[in-house]
């Protein structure tokens, strides 16, 4: 529809607090940034459902700040919290990009297995890769690199279970945690592990799929 439109809204005062950015493509991913200064628009390019281009605004006037793609066979995108920086990730393997000016940061990283989530540090310098076996019923994994060059910066963290499905970082960014999803309702585990050195601090144990878990914001 060539009359659609985004705008952001207070959602106290339920007033806009932002001017009206037409959209005449199927939004897939919206972000605003941790300081509310940006918005990042992510929309299905075209009819092409893989196919994914990534418009980036000032968020209270709507000013065009760049744009990226479009990106082909993109399994996601994920902004880091200022909406600075934005991972693309394909099948396997994953490339970070410049917002402001739309530059890739480093070549794409290529792992062993499917990519299916990034989640950023909170102070931006770091990234994790949530990485499943999928059908080879092999081990999971979760890769932490350094956000400036895209070099993994902890051993990797392993998982038992061969499909994951979140893993996120602690609002002090100090601990990650990651759960399975599990279809023969047998006692698996998410794990919590140690940022900075990829120790394994805690395995939890669940029956059925946990789809989501998350930090407290004190990480307690």
Same mark, same amino acid.
């Given at each position: ?5 985004? &705008?952001? +809204? ?5 007033? %806009?607090?932002? !001017?009206? *950015?037409?959209?005449? =493509? #199927? ?67 994953? &490339?970070? +990009? ?5 530059? %890739?940061?480093? !070549?794409? *990283?290529?792992?062993? =297995? #499917? ?79 140690? !940022? ?25």
């Amino acid at each position: 529809d060539a009359s659609s439109a985004l &705008q952001i +809204w207070n959602a106290k005062f339920w007033q %806009p607090v932002s !001017a009206s *950015i037409p959209s005449t =493509n #199927q939004v897939v991913k919206t972000a605003l940034s941790r300081d509310e200064q940006r918005l990042l628009v992510a929309t299905q390019n075209g009819a092409d459902t893989n196919s994914v281009i990534v418009h980036v605004y000032e968020a209270g006037d709507g000013h065009l700040i760049s744009v990226l793609g479009p990106f082909e066979q993109v399994k996601g995108v994920w902004p880091d919290k200022g909406c600075m920086r934005l991972a693309v990730g394909q099948e396997t393997s994953v &490339q970070l +990009w410049d917002l402001t000016t739309a530059k %890739p940061l480093w !070549a794409p *990283i290529v792992y062993s =297995n #499917q990519l299916d989530l990034v989640d950023f540090s909170p102070d931006g310098k770091q990234f994790l890769a949530m990485c499943s076996s999928g059908v080879n019923f092999g081990r999971s994994q979760v890769h932490i690199a350094a956000t400036a060059t895209g070099r993994e910066t902890a051993r990797v963290l392993d998982h038992p279970w061969p499909i994951l499905t979140c893993a996120a970082y602690s609002a002090d960014g100090r601990l990650i945690v990651a759960a399975c999803r599990d279809w023969k309702f047998e006692e698996r585990e998410a794990r919590v592990w140690d !940022a900075a050195s990829g120790q394994l601090l805690a395995p939890l144990k669940h029956k059925d799929g946990v789809e989501q878990a998350v930090f407290s914001l004190d990480g307690h």
